[in-house]
């Protein structure tokens, strides 16, 4: 690319830290040069096509094979009576039961699209047909559909999410306005565009996967680990995803079953998971029910928030989507209490999708303070700001950087808040119903150590290397502008290598962690790559700076120059030349000191090293303030946002253009989910109804309005090296309340229950 502008302060051009530089990979996703995990040229390959359970709960007691085995071109069958021999894995925190083997098609059933055969034949028509003719057996046992099954029961209190200071509930007897409601979500997915599956490859035990993944190291463990075959002999690729919203970070049963497969047969094997196997294969957003009591004076100060809240989990696991992750902090409150369960049911383990926990928590909270304000007559941004938390009441601690009244401020003036009239119903455009509401979404920066390595070529190219992933969110290129940055180079001039396990460790890319923590191992290796050079090009014999006397050498418009432009000045490649180096590499990472090997594989395969925010001196996290604009048909009940205004604190941006693009992604998903998205259940099987794109509702560009998106965040160095905060979840978090707070200021009816359809207005 060509640089637009000499760089000065503070304002940089689009290659450096903090430029406008488009996605560096965009041309090849939009033009097809992009390969994808199922696009891999392999030779011989066999096509496996996976058979899901048709009933809720129960065990799998025959399976009959014999046509499928008899069926043209079918190579095997596997099914819940093969032992695989697999061993179990470790769970995300690197916790390993000892000797538990593992069922990838398991017996027991315990819900309805659970993977129980696969049928593997020599091209995927002849898989899919021979899948139709298998025939299973099965002993059905009652089954808990969901949690609004008589059945389901109350759930298990989740300790570790009790939260609780002051005395709440004698604070919420006492304060002389109270306001309670119950607020809903349903199941959510995260129909990623690419749909999951692999191609899988054996050279006797050395194992190649090509599998779209959020962290290449956690899954090439998992690999190992269920092959019992050393780390090593993994390599898991990955340069690029078509989106996975949290759906990616781990290995999931059919790729046990697919690599299995291969094994057997001797031949590299394919697994594509259809559209609708995606609803099952992996968990969604699990449904929520939460209880919200507020306490307040009569001049909108809050007493007391009582917190009681519940998701969906699977029979054999517990996922907890924390409905009480946005409450506590939010909101100045002396008296506080909180309570998450989970409701075991037959579905699939639920999992993160972006901006978990924090997402359906604010919609509880943000719908409830708004019931507040409506209450006592205050306008939704004054109760906002009055109640504003000047520190995080939960963990005691300060805030590193907090900017929501700003946000909530210059959000309010961006959007023309001030000319809202207070009454619902007040504003209208003929038969439009117009509603204004706003609502706030946090997001905590999560810390994770990285490493990265960096090569300058004898051509003076740079080359950044990874194994992070970039699923779109922008990593090849913010890593690639960091290089141009401290080598005074077009960013034309880097090469970024990512998306492969054997490269160098870093954190998943998820919890909005990964920008902060490869950014700062990208910046820490070039910084001393372009030291070492210095070095060489102070001292080396053949070096042309070694007799200026300078003691350290200016980066800039793509050349090596003296301090104060005297003396030589030299390309990258003409400098390499005169050393005569064919390369310098460093790589560098940011574990503590002397970590050992055995914390160097922690590091990039688990999560144990990962930072909570509040572990260190201070409670960091991303703020943002919605506004939104609803016009609603007064005759037919249909909503249509009109209008979007957001202010985000995320700290400092590596790069605007992207992150502005982060923020709409995600204010876009919180447009589907506010008006469109609902896992529908059928109570009597426990079926995924609605499993399909046609059927599972997400918004189409012509749902989406202006969206207007503005930065108030000031760098945190508390929070990251370099001084950002997470932005590829904080986006979603608060948008769905906006909306019903809109949907409510238009119309006087109150929805709290996702998503708000027609038939819920009239
Ligand atoms: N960025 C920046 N300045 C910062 C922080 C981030 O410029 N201070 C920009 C960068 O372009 C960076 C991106 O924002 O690549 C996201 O950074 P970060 O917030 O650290 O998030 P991660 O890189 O860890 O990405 C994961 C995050 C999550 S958890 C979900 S879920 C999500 C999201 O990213 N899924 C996505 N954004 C997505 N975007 C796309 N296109 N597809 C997905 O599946
Ligand atoms: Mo994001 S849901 O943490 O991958």
Known sequence: MTIMEPRKHGDASDGMIGGRQSRFEGGMKVTGSATYALEYPVERLAHAVLVQSTIPAGRVVKVDTAMALAAPGVLTVLTPEDDLGLMTAVDWYGNRPENQPYFPLPREV?????????????????????????????????????????????????????????????????????????????????????????????????????????????????????????????????????????????????GAVAAFAARKLGRPVKLAVTRAQNFTSYGGRAATRQTIKLGATEDGILQAIVHRGV??????????????????????????????????????????????????????????????????????????????????????????????????????????????????????????????????????????????????????????????????????????????????????????????????????????????????????????????????????????????????????????????????????????????????????????????????????????????PTMGDYSMHSWCAHFAEVRVDEDFGTVRVSRMVSAFDCGRLYNPRLVESQWRGGIIMGIGQALLEEGLVDMRNGRTVNNNMGDYLVPTNSDIPDIQVISVGVPDYNASALGGKGVGEVGIVGVAPAIANAVFHATGKRIRDLPITLDKLI
């Not at 969901?146 to 759930?155: E, F, I, L, R, T």
């Not at 035990?205 to 962290?215: A, G, H, N």
């Not at 100045?332 to 998450?340: A, C, D, G, W």
Request: aromatic share 8%; glycine share 10%.
């Open 110 to 254: 315990r819900f309805n699209g659970q993977a129980i055969v696969a049928v593997v034949a020599e091209s995927r028509e002849q898989a899919a047909e021979a899948a139709k003719l298998v025939s299973v057996t099965y002993e059905e046992t009652p089954a808990i559909a969901s949690m609004d099954d008589p059945n389901a029961g109350a759930g298990k209190v989740m300790d570790n999410l009790t939260a609780g200071w002051g005395d709440a509930e004698a604070a919420l007897a006492a304060a002389p306005i109270k306001v309670e409601g119950e607020y809903r979500t349903p199941r959510e997915y995260h129909v990623a565009m690419e749909p999951h599956g692999l191609t899988v490859k054996w050279d006797g035990d050395q194992l190649t996967v090509w599998e779209p993944s959020q962290w290449s190291h956690g899954m090439a463990r998992t690999y190992s680990e269920w092959f019992g075959i050393p780390y090593e002999n993994v390599q898991l690729i990955s340069p690029f995803i078509g989106g996975g919203f949290g759906s990616k970070g781990g290995a999931l049963a059919y």
């Open 311 to 612: 998701s969906e989990t699977s029979t054999y696991a517990d996922w907890p989507e924390q409905t009480g992750a946005a409450t506590p902090i939010l909101y100045k409150v002396e008296n506080f209490s909180s309570q998450h369960r989970v409701v075991p049911v037959n579905t699939v383990t639920p999992g993160a999708l972006r901006g978990p926990g924090k997402n359906p928590s604010s919609f509880g909270i943000e719908s409830a303070i708004e019931e507040l304000a409506y209450k006592i007559g205050m306008d939704p941004l004054e109760i906002r700001l009055k109640n504003y938390a000047d520190h995080d009441y939960q963990s005691g601690k300060p805030w590193s950087t907090r900017r929501l009244r700003e946000a909530l401020i210059e959000g309010a003036e961006a959007f023309g808040w001030s000319r809202r009239s207070h009454a619902p119903r007040s504003m209208r455009d003929g038969r439009q119903l117009i509603g204004w509401g706003v609502g706030c979404g946090t997001f905590p920066v999560i810390q994770a150590p990285s490493e990265a390595l960096i090569r300058i070529l004898a051509n003076g190219r740079v080359e950044v290397v990874s194994g992070a992933i970039d699923m779109g969110q922008g990593t090849y290129t913010i890593l690639a502008q960091t290089a141009a940055d401290i080598f005074g180079v077009s960013i034309d001039q880097v090469d970024v290598r990512l998306g492969d396990s054997r490269l160098p460790g870093s954190a998943i890319a998820g919890g909005s962690m990964l920008a902060g923590s490869i950014m700062g191992a990208v910046h820490k290796a070039a910084t001393a790559a372009r030291d070492e050079l210095i070095g060489l090009a102070l001292n080396d014999a053949n070096s042309p700076f070694r007799d200026t006397g300078a003691n350290t050498l200016n980066f800039s418009d793509g050349r090596v120059s003296a301090p104060r432009g005297e003396g030589p000045s030299l390309t990258l490649a003409e400098l390499m030349a005169r050393l005569k180096r064919a390369e310098i590499e460093i790589r560098r990472n940011t574990l503590p000191e002397g970590a050992s090997a055995q914390d160097h594989h922690q590091a990039w395969t688990t999560l144990s090293k990962v930072m909570g």
